[in-house]
């Protein structure tokens, strides 16, 4: 294996795909990056076995070849050498050699026939994006995705391919977020599959740029091709809650506000509530709503906004934090609360819009 | 409100659980307690006091009241053991349990009325409950407060159950002795015998001049006790820092079958708990004690903290098999299941529909065995198969 290679013509491919890379491997092999190399492109490979990078960029073949080297290192290389450099890069030995000005570093390498690739995923449905759209439903969403719950089945994103609509289901048990969007064509199957948080976080990564995204969903994996770069996931072999029940259909009770003037309103009140669990009590009255807080040191916040309300006194606690990243999310300057009392879930979205809905299960204070 | 306390007190606690681990002691006189010289009784069996011995008595003095009885030293980690079992009931109907000793304790069951029902029907489960899981005998007050309920549990020993309500609240205690009262030491003993005041009922009736005089400003409130009021709370022991269950087999258990059966059993027990006391349990503990006595612990932490039986069990499952792939031939004599990490529930569940399909399983399972006992309603992973059926019988013959 032999080529050059400008430096950023490098570099690029590289930060793209090292996100996947773990800082600790069950594998030593895992911590090393496959370069293939032939017909004038380089393609660099990246796994943790669950999420799987492949980058391809051109560059100045002087012999084919496979291997793989150390990927953060490589990376550290490459940041530290002067821009614009012409870089070489040469199998020799059981090293891969990199030359560029008058550097000259030799990296330990692995055979690349013991690097785990995720070859052919028996697509068995494609499905065409919009990018601006897939982008969209992860950002108001991928916040409420577990992490490391032992029920594994939520350590991820549901994706839901449903006739003409894909939907983007998040929880964590005790809030969920749901997002949809319309395909541009209607799908041949309808399907739904996990895909694992750390996909989700990856994707959202790389999604960028106009146009269409063709993803393939196969048995056990989903597959995207995103510019230059191929993104394969793993998905979740488990069954997701049956989302929909969870999700109240018409609270009896709903407020709106200024989403700002509510958002800041629950901040201010946040830095007195208790740290870890982070209650805070909701009190309405007709155009009145007060938020208020206490901590074990027995201090106190309280705070009234005005607000468009013409239901009954009602009192609720919830996790502050669970309210402002859906609030957060929300688009637009009014945000609409629906309640039905303290012992059930409110539903939040933008007055008017089913697009983005944010369910939050209250607290007992 | 009006209280429902119980007072348990388990029937010549370490001489029963020797006769319980050496039958042929049955209907023998018993005495528990130091062999050497200067020892005293621990324990007396039924059989033993009919000769006047009892506990705290010098063992010389005890042998001669009664030469045939036959002495066994303590041993205390036993009864320690038979106690935590004895205790791990107790919690199953409310988590205010104040443990006075080994084989004593007071329960304020006013919370769990409306759950598990009347306090008189908790009570005689809590006794069948003891009998079935250990094959001891336990004693049980019923009253309005702690006095009242330690009173009523010594009125009808051994295997008893007794009540005092306002019905029969003078009947019962006017009669009483007055050095059954608590906080008449000996030096006030003689002091009140020598006003005249023997008995609860004379005391209640005792002219405040006097009263003063015999117990200072402690007066009204010795007044008060000898009318049966007694404000003092039941203490829980502490914040539960944590929940488990354990039990040693009657025979060492190698397969993994049965061992799961157990553990599934153990984990049933522990979630009852964690619900009863209204916590969410952040890690699961597992002991395995192996036929050689080694004994293991392994851990996982559990996120988010849960109540919910199914997750706790699939947690300790994958714990054991983890143990049993390190050590697959050997036998395990004890198992126990703990969970810790407690934290209060709040924080509502969005798939309390789902997990409620487990929680609400939990719940009826819970409820049916408050009401009908233990072992009416199982699961089925814990019903024998036909294979372990024929193992047994194949071993039997």
Redesign the interface.
């Known amino acids: 294996m032999k080529l050059t290679v400008e430096r950023e013509k490098l570099l690029a491919p590289l930060q793209a795909v090292i996100g996947v890379v773990e800082r600790r491997q069950t594998m030593p092999i895992l911590a090393n990056v496959l370069l293939a190399v032939r017909d004038g492109r380089l393609l660099i490979t990246a796994t943790d076995l669950e999420v799987e990078l492949v980058a391809a960029t051109e560059v100045s073949v002087q012999q084919a070849g496979d291997i793989t080297v150390p990927g953060r290192k490589l990376l550290d290389i490459l940041r530290a050498l002067p821009e614009k450099l012409a870089v070489a890069l040469s199998a020799e030995g059981d090293k891969v050699v990199i030359k560029a000005g008058r550097s000259r570093f030799s990296l330990s390498t692995l055979p690349a026939t013991d690097f785990p690739v995720i070859e052919d995923i028996n697509a068995q449905q494609k499905v065409r994006v919009v990018r601006k759209e897939l982008r969209r439903l992860l950002d108001k969403t991928h916040f409420s995705m ?6 594994y089945y939520l350590n991820g994103m549901l994706m839901e391919i449903d006739g003409k609509a894909l939907r983007a289901v998040a ?6 977020a749901i997002c949809e969007t319309e395909l541009p064509a209607k799908a041949a199957a309808s399907q739904q599959v996990i895909v694992p948080r750390k996909g989700v976080l990856e994707l959202q990564r790389i999604l960028e740029g106009e146009g269409e995204v063709e993803l393939a969903i196969g048995t056990n994996h989903v597959r995207a091709q995103i510019g230059d770069i191929r993104f394969t996931s793993k998905l979740i072999d488990g069954r997701f ?2 989302y929909g ?2 999700i109240p259909p018409t609270p009896p009770h709903a407020v709106k506000a200024d989403r700002d003037v509510l958002r800041q309103a629950l901040q201010r009140t946040a830095i007195l509530s208790n740290e870890k ?1 982070r ?1 805070i009590r909701i009190t309405l009255r007709t155009n009145v709503m007060t938020v208020q807080a206490h901590n074990p040191e027995q201090e106190e916040a309280e705070e009234e906004i005005e607000v468009n309300y013409a239901g009954a006194d009602l009192e609720v ?1 919830f ?1 502050v934090n669970y309210l402002l990243d859906a609030l957060s999310a929300i688009d637009g300057a009014e945000v609409e609360v629906g309640l039905t009392d303290g ?1 059930s ?1 409110c539903l939040i979205r933008s007055p008017g819009s089913a697009a983005a809905r944010y ?1 939050v ?5 | 409100m009006t209280r429902a306390i119980l007072h348990v007190d388990m029937d010549a606690f370490y001489a029963s659980v020797e006769t319980l681990d050496d039958p042929g002691l049955a209907g023998k006189p018993v005495i528990v307690g130091g062999t050497t010289g200067r020892g005293v009784v621990a324990a007396a069996n039924y059989e033993v006091r009919k000769f006047g011995v009892h506990s705290a008595m010098p063992m010389g003095e005890a042998l001669r009241r009664c030469p045939q009885a036959i002495c066994i030293r303590p041993r205390m980690s036993r009864y320690q053991e038979l106690s935590r079992q004895v205790f791990e009931i107790f919690h199953e109907y409310t988590p205010v349990v104040e443990g006075l000793s080994l084989d004593e304790a007071f329960l304020d069951v006013t919370a769990s009325l409306r759950l598990l029902g009347p306090a008189e029907g908790m009570a005689l489960r809590i006794k069948r409950d003891i009998r079935r899981h250990t094959g001891l005998t336990a004693s049980v007050g019923l009253s309005q407060n702690k006095l009242l309920a330690k009173i009523a549990s010594d009125l009808n020993k051994p295997d008893g159950f007794c009540r005092i309500g306002a019905d029969n609240l003078r009947a019962v205690i006017d009669p009483l002795p007055i050095q059954r009262l608590f906080g008449v030491g000996p030096k006030t003993l003689v002091r009140v015998q020598a006003a005249g005041i023997r008995s609860f009922g004379d005391l209640r009736q005792a002219s405040d001049e006097t009263v003063w005089r015999l117990f200072g400003k402690e007066g009204a409130t010795m007044r008060a006790r000898a009318a049966g009021i007694d404000d003092r709370p039941v203490i829980a022991e502490r914040d539960e820092k944590s929940i488990s269950a354990e039990e040693t087999f009657a025979q060492d258990i190698r397969s993994q079958t049965q061992l799961l059966a157990h553990l599934t059993q153990l984990v049933d027990r522990t979630g009852a708990r964690v619900r009863a006391a209204h916590l969410m349990a952040g890690v699961v503990t597992l002991k395995i004690r192996r036929s050689d006595f080694a004994t293991f612990t392994r851990q996982q932490t559990i996120e988010p903290a849960t109540h919910d039986t199914a997750t706790i069990l699939s947690v300790a499952k994958g714990l054991l098999q983890g143990w049993r792939a390190e050590y697959p031939d050997w036998s395990v004599r004890l198992l126990g299941v703990g969970v810790s990490h407690l934290n209060p529930a709040t924080q509502g569940d969005l798939f309390a529909g789902e997990t409620i399909k487990n929680a609400r399983q939990d719940a009826a399972v819970d409820q049916i065995r408050q009401r009908f006992g233990a072992k009416v309603i199982v699961r089925g992973g814990l019903l024998p198969t036909p294979a372990a059926d024929t193992k047994a019988r194949r071993g039997r013959a």
């Open positions: 577990a992490q490391q719950d032992v029920r929880t964590d048990g005790h809030r969920l809650p049956e029940r969870v669990y209650g606690g996790n012992n879930s369910v299960m209250p607290m007992r204070l």
